[in-house]
């Protein structure tokens, strides 16, 4: 049966206006809605029901029944992509190549702040990288546009494959759940094919507020996430589904102390990363209490010596802290990016591009972590990240050359081979004696309103002036350079 998007979106209708569940007797044929849908006993064996992509070129495709074939190749996907294409995320490629800046996970495709995500982001940050909640409630034409944004940017998916508590078969924790799932899943990534997407099993299954979390036992959550993993790799790996070439990544691990390490450590244990091409971790303090990256240090190396110890790389696929005009948190996604890359780790992204949407919770302390506002305004975090990608994008990390004590610093190799430096503090030291002979200028923000040295406002709605200092330090002299919460970039002439 031929169906048109308008009668599938009138099938869609009539499924909400459902209250009671006798959506068994739904005619599969209008298209089986996970968010409503059919019967799921019956959607996920045997019945004909068909998930409707209604993207241009690729026609109506059974991703239920497991008739993977049925889909047409994604219009934009390159026939000759391998892993070599989009290669996955080393120390050796331009620092900005592993920024990455996230979008609420509250927000659907079609809800407005992804649409300042999708004019911002390209017009502005160039982000190596940004990250989605592909929810299996939400039918894949949906997520075309944000596909197709981030292509025409020059950025890289993660692609959450997540699981919702608020649809008919629920989070995959039995058999024919996990079923359910994994056609959904392995759906979305043909779709999405051929575009270096990192495709991620669920949000922090381990904790936090995650749906797969909060619907199991907490002492079985890492049995039942493996069982997941693992039957999603048997599908990923079978050739006659075609994504055997798509980098997989998990699990999205929910803070790195001493629970989330002994929780990732049995995954490894129980065969659940296997398929995994990369480790990913939200390192954030259990309670949001500590306020910069560099405190995190030591629970991060933790989690790192886990994975290096099974030979995987350590992504942060999110992390991020709420900033506050009145505070040094302003600096932090700057910070934060450089102080990942410093530990070896060659993808970080930021939680989140803007506040959370919903004004029922904006007043919570994870949803003021954007770098813009629920309406659109640029804060202080987004033009200081800006600031510092716009000054070393294209250079490539080198060393530490100051942490600890309050004073950080990273030296850098732009691509004709300059010397570059990143240096800040945390307030012990108002300077810092830099020796290296040579030519300079030190680029740094300068905030309107007071002394420049900080921002007065939360909103700055226009892209503050850059001093430029120039310096020439003989063989075997020193400069002072003055420091504060803010980078400064220094630059070889």
């Given amino acids: 049966m031929s169906i048109s998007r308008a009668t599938a979106f009138v099938g869609f209708a009539l499924c909400l206006l459902l209250s009671s569940p006798s959506w068994a007797s739904l005619n599969c044929d209008l298209g089986c809605y996970p968010i409503c849908g059919c019967n799921p006993d019956a959607c996920f064996q045997d019945s004909p029901c068909v998930a409707q992509y209604h993207l241009p070129g690729i026609k109506k495709c059974n991703l239920i029944t497991g008739a993977y074939g049925a889909c047409t190749a994604d219009p934009g996907y390159d026939a000759t992509y391998n892993r070599r294409t989009y290669p996955l995320p080393t120390l050796s490629l331009p620092i900005d190549r592993a920024l990455g800046v996230g979008v609420p996970n509250q927000c659907d495709p079609d809800v407005s702040c992804h649409g300042m995500m999708y004019s911002n982001l390209a017009f502005a940050l160039h982000a190596g990288w940004t990250r989605i909640d592909l929810v299996d409630r939400l039918e894949v034409y949906k997520y075309q546009q944000y596909f197709d944004q981030a292509r025409g940017n020059g950025t890289r998916v ?48 381990n904790g936090g507020n995650s749906d797969f979390f909060n619907g199991v036992d907490p002492t079985d959550s890492a049995t039942k996430y493996t069982l997941l993993a693992q039957a999603f790799a048997t599908a990923v790996n079978n050739p006659a589904n075609g994504v055997y070439e798509e980098y997989v990544v998990g699990p999205a691990l929910a803070h790195t102390n001493s629970d989330s390490q002994s929780w990732l450590s049995d995954i490894f244990l129980l065969g659940g990363t296997s398929r995994f091409d990369a480790v990913t971790v939200h390192p954030y303090d259990k309670n949001h209490r500590k306020e910069t990256a560099e405190e ?39 910070r934060e990016w450089l102080f990942s890359v410093s530990k070896g780790i060659p993808l970080v992204n930021w939680y989140s591009w803007t506040d959370d949407c919903f004004a029922d919770k904006v007043t919570g302390v994870k949803q003021q972590f954007g770098l813009l506002t629920c309406d659109g305004q640029t804060k202080p975090a987004y033009w200081a990240l800006k600031f510092v990608r716009d000054r070393i994008g294209g250079s490539r990390y080198v060393r530490v050359i100051a942490s600890g004590a309050g ?71 020193s400069s002072s350079i003055p420091l504060n919460h803010m980078p400064v970039v220094i630059t070889e002439l």
Avoid at 299 to 315: A, F, K, M, Q, R
Avoid at 318 to 328: A, L, R
Avoid at 410 to 428: E, I, T
């Fill in 158 to 205: 993660i692609g959450i494959l997540n699981c919702t508590k608020n649809n008919d078969y629920g989070c995959p924790y039995t058999q024919g759940q996990r079923d359910a799932w994994v056609h959904w899943a392995i759906g979305m990534m043909q779709a999405f094919k051929g575009r270096g997407v990192l495709w991620e099993v669920m949000n922090e299954p």
């Fill in 296 to 334: 995190e240090a030591d629970e991060l190396d933790d989690v790192l010596s886990i994975n290096n110890n099974h030979g995987v790389p350590t992504y942060i696929s999110e992390w991020g802290f709420k900033n506050q005009e009145t505070t040094f948190q302003y600096a932090e996604p700057a």
């Fill in 407 to 477: 004073l950080y610093g990273y030296q850098l190799a732009l691509p004709n081979g300059k010397r570059q430096y990143v240096m800040y503090s945390d307030g012990f030291f108002s300077s810092a004696n830099m020796s290296v002979p040579g030519s300079f200028v030190i680029d740094r923000i300068r905030w309107p309103g007071g002394d420049g040295s900080a921002p007065v406002s939360y909103v700055v709605s226009s892209e503050p002036a850059v001093t430029h200092q120039y310096i020439d330090i003989p063989q075997g002299g």
